[in-house]
């Protein structure tokens, strides 16, 4: 349970006040108080971290969004692609409904992670890392309105939901590209996330194992860029105090 | 030139209640909290003290000690002194105010 309730806390906080704060909370019992008083600490620390120069903080509020950007792709990759799979009935199992939904909320995840793991890319390639986000942005919207126009019976916006997926995968690529152009971010992940829908094209909707086979390139790719993103977080210096 | 008081937010309150704790010696984590509420009569909770804690040390304020086992101990530095008695100055002019005031409309 205490070491549960350290783990909320940042990496650096823990490796600077980690050790004391643990013994302090076997030194009497946790109550409900307690916990909620540390997840209110947790919370503050993550969203607080704090330093004396603004380079520190500029460093800080990156790593912040880069770590919010690495959870929000290893979330938003594998849901986007096992949702696609299960409305489209690529698995056997598929449930439309269950399946769109996945994919509306990994859309939002996905998003979010464009926005936090850019801001290398925006640097050498600022139209590049717009376009990544306008594009998948834009996408998510068209398959908002054709997913409400298909619930309400309007078939016809089915096509504007098609086009906003595409749009998705298409700003993926986009973001793959600059990130592997930038060399930042795992370059394999990038890769992955690049061929993913390309082979899902080619696949054309007729060959399942192929377009398996995207979605897992797809998911994957999302997810290695994602866990680089987080360990970025792990190799900064232990700066004192936080 | 009087010290600036660091604005500490919702954390004011207890950052000033474990610079009266540190006022009398260094004290570990557990120390502060226990001296806390005992002298304040309302609990302090671990998370709450060292957000704090973070902040006071950020601000020089205090600074850590070397751990004993690993129990950190924290003491006040002289800038902290300096802003607690400021701080202490401050509150003690408001309850005397208040106190006169109260007192003038006493009948």
């Not at chain 1, 998948?136 to 504007?160: C, E, F, K, Q, Y």
């Not at chain 2, 401050?90 to 109260?102: D, E, V």
Request: charged share 15%; with cysteine.
């Amino acid at each position: 349970m205490t070491r549960l309730l350290i783990r909320l806390y940042p990496e650096r906080w823990r490796a600077r006040y980690g050790a004391e704060f643990e013994a302090l909370l076997e030194e009497r019992p946790i109550g409900p108080f307690d916990v909620a008083d540390i997840l209110l600490g947790a919370l503050d620390a993550q969203l607080h971290l704090r330093g004396r120069s603004g380079e520190r903080a500029y460093a800080r509020s990156f790593v912040m969004t880069l770590r919010i950007g690495g959870f929000a792709a290893i979330l938003g990759g594998p849901l986007f692609a096992g949702g696609f799979a299960v409305a489209s009935d690529t698995v056997a199992s598929g449930s439309q409904s269950a399946g769109a939904a996945m994919v509306g909320v990994g859309s939002l995840a996905l998003l979010t992670a464009l926005v936090g793991l850019s801001a290398f890319q925006a640097r050498v390639y600022p139209a590049l890392s717009w376009a990544a986000f306008a594009i998948p942005a834009l996408g998510a919207l068209g398959m908002a309105v054709g997913a409400v126009g298909t619930m309400l019976g309007t078939d016809a916006l089915i096509g504007i939901f098609f086009g906003g997926l595409m749009a998705f995968f298409l700003g993926s690529v986009l973001f793959a590209v600059a990130t592997f152009a930038s060399k930042v971010l795992s370059r394999p992940g990038a890769l992955l996330v690049a061929v993913g829908p390309v082979l899902g094209i080619a696949a054309g909707g007729s060959n399942d194992v192929l377009t398996i086979t995207s979605l897992a390139c797809f998911a994957l790719g999302w997810l290695a860029l994602g866990v680089h993103a987080v360990r970025t977080d792990r190799g900064l210096p232990v700066s004192q105090p936080i | 030139m009087e010290p600036k008081i660091p604005a500490f937010g919702r954390f004011a309150e207890p950052a000033l209640l474990i610079l009266v704790s540190l006022s009398d010696g260094p004290k570990h984590g557990y120390a502060i909290m226990q001296d806390v509420e005992s002298g304040s009569g309302r609990p302090m909770g671990a998370g709450t003290l060292y957000a704090a804690l973070a902040r006071l040390e950020e601000e020089g304020l205090i600074e850590p000690l070397a751990p004993v086992d690993r129990r950190r101990p924290y003491r006040l530095t002289a800038l902290g002194a300096t802003n607690l008695a400021e701080q202490l100055r401050g509150l003690s002019r408001f309850a005397h105010k208040g106190l006169r005031q109260l007192g003038e409309r006493q009948p």
